[in-house]
């Protein structure tokens, strides 16, 4: 006969499932900047041209190929999560993200394999960009699943903490590798090192994801169903909670998009060298430090409002620092931190606004193919708008814009809310509240 489960077996069982669920995004997170920092060191290596920024613009440009690849993510791991289970999508989603990680630091460089090596150095950053698109809303509908009602804006805040996490120990560890060998070790071998560390980071969580047990919605609600992670469905029955979603999704994507690349490269023209780099650390930790206060603030105000009134504050004092932004550590803290703020306050509860508004059975691929296009498109564009912009002087322009994808937040916040008010008119133009 089976011992009876204690309490603290099962909260302890809980912590692990909840552990292993976030600690993706560290990993995600870990992965992403360790490619944009070390790129410079490796391009020529892949891509070697007499011009060292070709060499560069190569290396970025498989960067964007991983980007464009997160909506196909969204897409497949969402459908899978849906009509196999979370835990099975989790376990895809982290051995495609070992794997190109592994596969990143131990391909052979151009001088050895020739045409091979950009183009393994391609297939390793397709599979990490399938991943990444579907790592967060599998992640997103699993943790919402399991937590407790009153407490979901708290768990989404892990979120934001293992995703400053992960940015934070690949700033540390690019620093650190630099600082003991020195530039030419690095150039020549040290730029693989984050990349096994990564591979090795994703095995571990590999490990603990296969002790994972399935959620009761999924059990209950979805295994049984029919048409469970249906495409036709989420685009047709549940249009309506696609838009919600692209809304909700849309500020953080602009911003993202602009306070994650423009801001730390305008800052790093108009600083010292070393500057920029001390600004993300500090602004870094001390979302470190916040993540979880302000996930305990939006479970008591209300996730919606709690997001209105984020958006309201951010779009004056974010668009005050970037257009006032100087060389200074104070200003450059100022605008890069005001934005990254907004990032973990957005992101903190999302998980719960999204969750929401799809119901169990095509909940995953609901959040996460909105998202993955919606971040796509418009983390791309941003940066190219902004060198736009700065050429003919309309950075205020480019602000503006920017702004109007996070106010979005404000009439998503009022659907969600109050769908009966809206009923009328949201049917007399085709679409629907199917829950």
Known sequence: M?????????????????????????????DWLAYGLFAPLFAARFFPSDNALTSVLGAFAVLGVGVLMRPLGGLLLGRFADRRGRRPALMLAVSLMAGG???????????????????????????????????????ATYLMEVAPERRKCVYGSLFSLTTCAGAFTA???????????GPQAMAAWGWRVPFLVGGV???????????????????????SRTGRGSLRRVLGAHRYQVLLAVLFVAGTATVGGTWTAVVPALGGQLSDPGTMMWVVVS????????????????????????LA?????????GTWSYLTMAGTFTSLLLTYGSGVLYLTCATTVLPKLLTEIFPPQVRALGIGLPNAVTSAVLGAVM??????????????????????????ALPAAVLARRPRAVRPVLERSGLTLTK
Do not use: C
């Open 101 to 139: 990680s592994f596969l990143i630091g131990i391909t052979p460089t151009y001088e050895h394999i020739g045409l091979l090596a950009p183009l393994v150095l391609l297939l390793a950053r397709t599979a990490q960009g399938i991943s990444h698109g579907g790592e967060w809303p599998t992640a």
């Open 201 to 223: 980071l994703g095995l571990v969580l590999l490990v603990l994801r296969a002790g994972l047990a399935e959620t009761d919605v999924f059990r209950r609600e979805v295994s």
């Open 309 to 317: 009134v984020v958006s309201v504050l951010f779009a004056v004092a």
């Open 283 to 306: 602004a870094t930790a001390f979302l470190m430090v916040v993540n979880v206060p302000l996930g305990l603030l939006a479970d008591r105000v209300g996730a919606a409002r709690f």
């Open 383 to 408: 940066p190219v708008s902004a060198a736009f912009a700065a050429e003919r002087d309309a950075s205020a322009w480019f602000v503006a814009a920017v702004m109007a994808g996070v106010l979005l």
């Open 171 to 181: 700033s540390l560890l690019g620093g650190g590798l630099t600082a003991v060998f």
């Open 2 to 30: 089976p011992l009876p489960v204690t309490a603290s077996a099962r909260k302890r069982a809980h912590r692990r499932s909840v552990a292993a669920t976030v600690v993706g995004n560290f990993v995600e997170s870990f």
